[in-house]
């Protein structure tokens, strides 16, 4: 038994019906060319036959009890339910993308069974276009959703013709990750960090173990973590920005509405070249352009422009979590589209300015104690607290080659977040191959017609096209 | 806004992720002839169209707050999301009923959206056999299994031309509840209160007002229901029966296990015929020759003999629940199903016996107060009272005829019931037509193979048939 850290555990204390705080992913998959109509349920018999052989992460069960102290520890489960974790279920005819996207909005609103290891991987038969899907789900106190996203993609392959590949639950990421010898090269940055990483250098490499300490430091109660960010915000680390209140910061329901969608890396990139930003500022702007559509049609656009955070991976720090974040002003009161991407961009520029200032500790201060989990409403009470932020939007890296699973080539692959007290939406950004996915979690009645912000964020990407023409 | 009686908030007050108190019900209906792919999503489309009107009773929502003071009162939802309450969902192939019970086990796992209406109905397409299946969940605030059972025939018909059928949620049941006018004939008695009525006359009557009494100055709290029972039980009321601690008498996790039958009631008749026994008495002697069954492939029969409470409806009392019950010794020690037979119809006329004795507040105290819910394990802390019985067996009234739906034959009909801590199984007995449907419900870890119990079922049967026919 293992106690948990206090970044990990606050994602089962803060958890409740309403706010279930797991990540999940929607894979899409090409039918391997030949597969009998029995392909799925063969591949679901093999991966719950007992013969896969279940990693001990995979085998952990959050407890607390007299023998913990009353804190969450990890156990290990030794009768593992492999059926109760690995589900075959099916669509509803015509099987289309609209079908798909409303089973995987109710099954990513249920919750996680304490009682057991906290995650599912859910086979989903019957897309057309003879393709099928995966859902999977995992608990934010296992591990933080850039992890989750890159295991799930460990247990893929380039190679389209190998089979009887481990599931993501028979590979211990874990090993991997803690035995790195001194002196090795850490892994590359991801996401929104690699930009980070530009404006902060070498601080940011300190900051995961420094906010580790300081979890496991507030390990006292929800009580002292407020007024420790009390303390931070009225002295000297006031935030950035103010957000405005939007219809997106109210609290949320117990039902989920999910949407995702592809767009070619080529048109991102373009607009990026032509007018000298980065694909960070471009999607982000395209988030800008949708909300601001959004917002409008709401009749709800404040005329303050709305904050987004930007998690990003820290060092490890033998958590699971390891999430700071930037704020970035998302100018959505500006109606003009390049002056708009102008501004997010100087914006991410100014972050810059504003973390290089500053020693390292009060950097992780920053973004881990700051931004998650308390600014993230994790933290009952702490909604009380002055809105930093409307909404975050995450980065996820991906894979860069296609990929493959039993023969069955990786069509797309879509990130799905957890909307919280007051962030009622969620954009999550990740790259796949030439492709870019965008993944839109929200509360079902707080964020209504939800999918359009998938047409919205179409529209701003063509309004950036034409800024773009007009630049070059 | 209406202040919720106490036997109605209960179980929102005593509900947790790991102990949902929803009921559910399962339907089978044939595909009418000449029913084409679409004829489910047409039907879908339909219901959740805009045109079918929400009875008041499906439009109410849990609330409590400042302005209740606290307490769970009933307020109206004025913007019903119809499409989150009726879904569409499809089994993967070959869609056997296997494959049917195991989504609805997990659909009835999932807790009810609190921020909503507290009721959901799921169509269910893809069962082998060209037939469709509808998986229905109400919260027990709103009414207990055997009035949502009833509820659901209403939308049924016996005319298998009849079209355009209003569906549950477009009909109010209360109305035509509570406005009998005085002295008109209650309705005939259902369920085990057929029997039970034979044995306590019109004491019953006057038990629901009574009872509901209780529930009301019991508002205080679950600490004062506790120390309540406890005095009925330490003084002049101890119950019957002292119930052996068994693995069905355990904590029970968030996961459930639901496995149904239909067997011929005829068969049944046979038994009861031969034996000069009634209907109830072999159901219940079915269910013991199954539990012992079952306890002895667990090794886990214990030498002193189950004890089942069984659930009766009372006289209407303005509650949507309305449950009493009496306590019946199975007789699991008895190897021989003769005796077993035996003991059980003596221990039915023993609880006749001993409810003749008391007055009418007596025995609504001993039905409604010590069974339910103090006795099911809702209230915290309850279960560390004495266990009173082992598992809870309903007999739900059903319909005498064959029902339609939409031109679709009812095929079976099956309750889903609500496992509780320390009562991790329950089962479920419900007639419909020529048949006697039996449903299992059970914690998915405290009850491993569930499903074994139907095997188990048919085998008690086989042997009572044996029985009968050495009467004879």
Same mark, same amino acid.
């Given at each position: 038994?293992?106690?948990?850290?206090?970044?990990?555990?606050?994602?089962?204390?803060?958890?409740?019906?309403?706010?279930?705080?797991?990540?999940?992913?929607?894979?899409?998959?090409?039918?391997?060319?030949?597969?009998?109509?029995?392909?799925?349920?063969?591949?679901h018999?093999?991966?719950?036959?007992?013969?896969?052989?279940?990693?001990?992460?995979?085998?952990?069960?959050?407890?607390?009890?007299?023998?913990?102290?009353?804190?969450w520890?990890?156990?290990?489960?030794?009768?593992?339910?492999?059926?109760?974790?690995?589900?075959?279920?099916?669509?509803?005819?015509?099987?289309?993308?609209?079908?798909?996207?409303?089973?995987?909005?109710?099954?990513?609103?249920?919750?996680?069974?304490?009682?057991?290891?906290?995650?599912?991987?859910?086979?989903?038969?019957g897309?057309?276009?003879?393709?099928?899907?995966?859902?999977?789900?995992?608990?934010?106190?296992?591990?933080?959703?850039?992890?989750?996203?890159?295991?799930?993609?460990?247990?893929?392959?380039?190679?389209?013709?190998?089979?009887?590949?481990?599931?993501?639950w028979?590979?211990?990421?874990?090993?991997?990750?803690?035995?790195?010898?001194?002196?090795?090269?850490?892994?590359?940055?991801?996401?929104?960090?690699?930009?980070?990483?530009?404006?902060?250098?070498?601080?940011?490499?300190?900051?995961?173990?420094?906010? #580790?300490?300081? /979890?496991?430091?507030?390990?006292? $109660?929800?009580? =002292? *973590?407020?007024? !420790?960010?009390?303390?931070?915000?009225?002295?000297?680390?006031?935030?950035?920005?103010?957000?405005?209140?939007?219809?997106?910061?109210?609290?949320?329901?117990?039902?989920?509405?999910?949407?995702?969608?592809?767009?070619?890396?080529?048109?991102?990139?373009?607009?990026?070249?032509?007018?000298?930003?980065?694909?960070?500022?471009?999607?982000?702007?395209?988030?800008?352009?949708?909300?601001?559509?959004?917002?409008?049609?709401?009749?709800?656009?404040?005329d303050?422009?709305?904050?987004?955070?930007?998690?990003?991976?820290? #060092?490890?720090? /033998?958590?699971?979590?390891a999430? $700071?974040?930037? =704020? *970035?002003?998302? !100018?959505?009161?500006?109606?003009?589209?390049?002056?708009?991407?102008?501004?997010?961009?100087?914006?991410?520029?100014?972050?810059?300015?504003?973390?290089?200032?500053?020693?390292?500790?009060?950097?992780?201060?920053?973004?881990?104690?700051?931004?998650?989990?308390?600014?993230?409403?994790?933290?009952p009470?702490?909604?009380?607290?002055?809105?930093?932020?409307?909404?975050?939007?995450?980065?996820?890296?991906?894979?860069?080659?296609?990929?493959?699973?039993?023969?069955?080539?990786?069509?797309?692959?879509?990130?799905?977040?957890?909307?919280?007290?007051?962030?009622?939406?969620?954009?999550?950004?990740?790259?796949?191959?030439?492709?870019?996915?965008?993944?839109?979690?929200g509360?079902?009645?707080?964020?209504?017609?939800?999918?359009?912000?998938?047409?919205?964020?179409?529209?701003?990407?063509?309004e950036?096209?034409?800024?773009?023409?007009?630049?070059?």
């Open positions: 038994m293992a106690t948990m850290s206090f970044r990990d555990a606050m994602f089962l204390l803060a958890e409740s019906r309403e706010r279930p705080t797991h990540v999940g992913s929607l894979m899409l998959f090409d039918r391997p060319e030949g597969a009998g109509p029995d392909y799925l349920a063969d591949l018999r093999q991966l719950v036959s007992g013969d896969v052989e279940i990693a001990p992460l995979f085998r952990r069960r959050a407890m607390r009890g007299v023998s913990t102290l009353g804190q520890a990890w156990t290990t489960d030794d009768d593992v339910d492999i059926e109760y974790h690995v589900r075959l279920s099916a669509l509803p005819r015509p099987g289309r993308i609209r079908e798909l996207l409303e089973l995987v909005s109710r099954l990513h609103g249920s919750l996680l069974d304490r009682h057991r290891p906290l995650w599912e991987f859910h086979l989903i038969e897309v057309e276009g003879d393709r099928f899907a995966v859902y999977s789900k995992i608990h934010h106190a296992m591990m933080d959703g850039v992890r989750a996203m890159k295991h799930l993609e460990k247990a893929l392959s380039t190679d389209p013709d190998r089979r009887d590949m481990a599931p993501f028979a590979v211990d990421p874990r090993p991997g990750r803690t035995s790195r010898p001194v002196g090795e090269k850490a892994p590359a940055p991801t996401g929104w960090l690699g930009s980070t990483r530009e404006y902060v250098g070498g601080a940011l490499r300190t900051a995961g173990t420094f906010a #580790e300490g300081v /979890g496991q430091s507030l390990n006292v $109660g929800p009580a =002292l *973590v407020s007024s !420790a960010y009390r303390g931070l915000v009225e002295h000297e680390l006031a935030l950035p920005f103010e957000a405005p209140p939007t219809m997106l910061n109210v609290p949320i329901t117990g039902a989920r509405r999910f949407a995702a969608q592809s767009w070619p890396l080529k048109r991102i990139q373009r607009v990026r070249e032509r007018t000298g930003t980065t694909v960070n500022d471009v999607m982000l702007a395209m988030s800008a352009g949708a909300l601001r559509r959004y917002l409008e049609a709401h009749e709800g656009l404040p303050k422009p709305l904050v987004a955070a930007l998690p990003v991976a820290l #060092e490890d720090s /033998g958590s699971g979590n999430l $700071g974040a930037i =704020l *970035v002003n998302l !100018a959505t009161n500006e109606p003009d589209p390049a002056e708009r991407l102008k501004k997010i961009r100087q914006s991410g520029l100014a972050a810059k300015e504003n973390l290089q200032g500053r020693d390292p500790m009060t950097i992780a201060a920053l973004s881990a104690v700051v931004a998650a989990p308390i600014g993230m409403g994790l933290v009470g702490a909604s009380a607290i002055n809105q930093g932020f409307n909404l975050i939007i995450s980065n996820v890296p991906g894979p860069k080659d296609p990929l493959y699973w039993e023969g069955a080539k990786l069509d797309g692959i879509y990130p799905i977040s957890v909307p919280l007290d007051g962030q009622a939406l969620n954009i999550t950004v990740m790259s796949y191959a030439d492709s870019m996915e965008i993944g839109v979690t509360d079902r009645r707080a964020v209504p017609h939800l999918q359009h912000l998938l047409g919205y964020l179409e529209d701003a990407l063509v950036l096209e034409a800024v773009a023409d007009a630049d070059a």
